[in-house]
């Protein structure tokens, strides 16, 4: 048991030391991600706002 606990804690380790030499990439492409996102889904909520309006069914 003692083995597989060391051998994830090496992985993690591992991986955090990958993290950790990219930088602000990764909070940088995420935030790049979550902008356009939101943009898109804003576009979306406009078209469907002006549909409903024109149908008479906004709430």
Known sequence: MQDIAFAL????EW???ILEKMGWMPVTLTSITLFVGMLYWLNLQGKYNRK?????TMA
């Open 15 to 17: 991986t955090f030391k």
């Open 52 to 56: 409903a309006k024109a149908n008479g």
């Open 9 to 12: 804690g090496h992985f993690m």
